[in-house]
Nanobody, 128 residues
Framework: QLGLVESGGGLVQPGGSLRLSCTAS????????IGWFRQAPGKEREAVSC????????YYADSVKGRFTTSRDNAKNTVYLQMDSLEFEDPAVYYC?????????????????????WGRGTQVTVSS
């Protein structure tokens, strides 16, 4: 296990921004693809974004495309999810997951049940 820890969640007004962070306490994330997922009460877990080992490869769900940006800083062993223009549909517990995925990032995001390491999540709330 990598000891993934998410942080940065909180309460924000519609249209506001949050930046989530995903770090690992037990290992370097440098060689892992990272996925961001979210789950709202009563709903299934859904993919938000996935980022490959190289920062230039990313995948976004249609629901967040243009509003969310994922990036990574290997020197800080951290992956970020910048969330802008937050909407009432975005509140959920946000999780990061890591895997030595072989295949497309879209496939990785689609098959979250197969990912090997998960954090415990951070809550994002959008309210006026």
């Amino acid at each position: 296990q990598l000891g993934l820890v998410e942080s940065g969640g909180g309460l924000v007004q519609p249209g506001g921004s949050l930046r989530l962070s995903c770090t690992a306490s037990a290992s370097s994330l440098e060689n892992y693809h990272i996925g961001w997922f979210r789950q709202a009460p009563g709903k299934e877990r859904e993919a938000v974004s996935c980022i490959g080992v190289s920062d230039s490869t990313t995948y976004y769900a249609d629901s967040v495309k243009g509003r969310f940006t994922t990036s990574r800083d290997n020197a800080k062993n951290t992956v970020y999810l910048q969330m802008d223009s937050l909407e009432f549909e975005d509140p959920a517990v946000y999780y990061c997951a890591a895997d030595l995925w072989v295949g497309s990032l879209q496939a990785m995001c689609a098959k979250s049940v197969a990912l090997r390491s998960w954090g415990r999540g951070t809550q994002v709330t959008v309210s006026s």
